[in-house]
């Protein structure tokens, strides 16, 4: 499979989740609108990143093959 291939595919979908999701429970629990915000876009970034790292090589693999 393309992830196996990648590692820096390995790291953003393994590493990075790892490092937003506590950062981001930090956020929320200084409390506040402007903090719960911000820990909400944290978790999207982590979240885009990680689709992101997972479709792309695919696409960039699916190209050559045509």
Same mark, same amino acid.
């Not at 629990?29 to 911000?38: E, F, K, Q, V």
């Given at each position: 499979?393309?992830?196996?291939?990648?590692?820096?595919v390995r790291r953003t979908v393994? +590493?990075? *989740?790892?490092?937003?999701?506590?950062?981001?429970?930090? @956020? %929320?629990?200084? +409390?506040? *609108?402007?903090?719960?915000?911000?820990?909400?876009?944290? @978790? %999207?970034?982590?979240?885009?990143?990680?689709?992101?790292?997972?479709?792309?090589?695919?696409?960039?693999?699916?190209?050559?093959?045509?």
């Amino acid at each position: 499979m393309v992830i196996e291939r990648n590692r820096w595919v390995r790291r953003t979908v393994v +590493g990075q *989740p790892l490092i937003a999701w506590p950062c981001s429970m930090l @956020l %929320w629990a200084g +409390g506040g *609108p402007a903090a719960l915000s911000l820990a909400a876009v944290v @978790l %999207w970034i982590s979240t885009a990143s990680c689709v992101f790292g997972i479709v792309a090589p695919m696409y960039r693999d699916d190209a050559g093959h045509c």
